[in-house]
């Protein structure tokens, strides 16, 4: 296990991107105030636009999309599903140039929030680091399957994949995980042992941090441990859900589900200066920042 420096996931992909600052207090009224109102395009509106959160800034590849792409490689994938694609999918992109689009993507996502004008940057980020000619811009949906061999689907959930009898050799995901209640999450991990062949892997990187610490420098990456479950719910919105489950948890419900966990890698951070009881502060793992699994059934 990689003990580094102190860096939070979200820092090392985003390592020249100086965002802008809002309380963290002030944040969670206003997701709670937009998720009851279910302004998302308002919202990504705001993040493109004003707050420019959602803005392309390639400079470097994302450590963890290496990842991927190493046990990928290493399993021979050629057809895979990633549950949370996100907005650019620039680690989509990345990957169809790596594997020079041998490998079928099926990105699926809870909401539609695919932004083709941000794809089209990011694409021309990865290949301007890459040194690579450029895939042609995607002006649609379709393009992203004849260009980059990319399916894009969304709203979409994985009993939804399995209902329609899809089957995968592999199942990767990105700092999405800790956005899933613990009780989904153990349904979908259930729903993989089902939709990924029995050969088959799963590659996840797991954001462990605050995300609200990600746009406040004022509080520690891991100032949400310091919350009871009745407190947190105060903060927790639908819009940024956030389950805090630990390293430890995540290793223990794959287990409980009777995946094998063949690899691990992590980062750990310091913490806030006392953290609810709710939490195992004896365990070293609790202040782990971020990991990734790799999981075989
Ligand atoms: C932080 S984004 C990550 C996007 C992308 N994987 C990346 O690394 O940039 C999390 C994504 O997960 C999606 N998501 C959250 N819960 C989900 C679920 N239960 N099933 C599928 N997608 C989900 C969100 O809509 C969002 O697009």
Partial sequence: MAIGQRCTIYERARSKIIMVQINWRIKSLLY?????????????????????????????IVFYWDYHLKFLKENNSKKIIEIGAGKSLAQNIYLSYM??????????????????????????????????????FAKSIDDLKNNYNIIYL????LNQIFEKKLEFDACISSTTLEHIPKEELKENFLLLKKIIKKEGIISAAIDYSDHYSHTDKNI?????????????KKYNSPMLFQNRLRH???????????????????EFGKGPE???????????????????FLLKQ
């Fill in 99 to 136: 594997l020079e689009k041998s490998v079928e993507q099926t990105l699926i996502d809870i909401s539609n929030m695919l932004d083709l004008d941000l794809f089209n940057k990011a694409n021309e980020q990865i290949a301007k680091i890459l040194g690579v000619s450029k895939i042609p």
């Fill in 32 to 60: 709670k105030v937009l998720s009851f109102f279910n302004l998302y395009k308002p919202l990504f509106f705001i993040q493109k636009k004003i707050t420019k959160r959602s803005e392309i800034n390639y400079k470097n």
């Fill in 220 to 232: 520690n990456n891991l100032n949400y441990l310091k919350f009871s479950s009745s407190n947190w």
């Fill in 274 to 292: 006392f953290i609810s009881k709710e939490f195992d502060k004896n365990n070293k793992e609790t202040l782990m920042l971020w990991g990734h």
């Fill in 248 to 266: 430890q948890d995540y290793r223990e419900l794959f287990k409980s589900i009777g995946y094998k966990i063949f690899e691990i890698e992590g």
């Fill in 154 to 157: 969304a709203p979409m959930n």
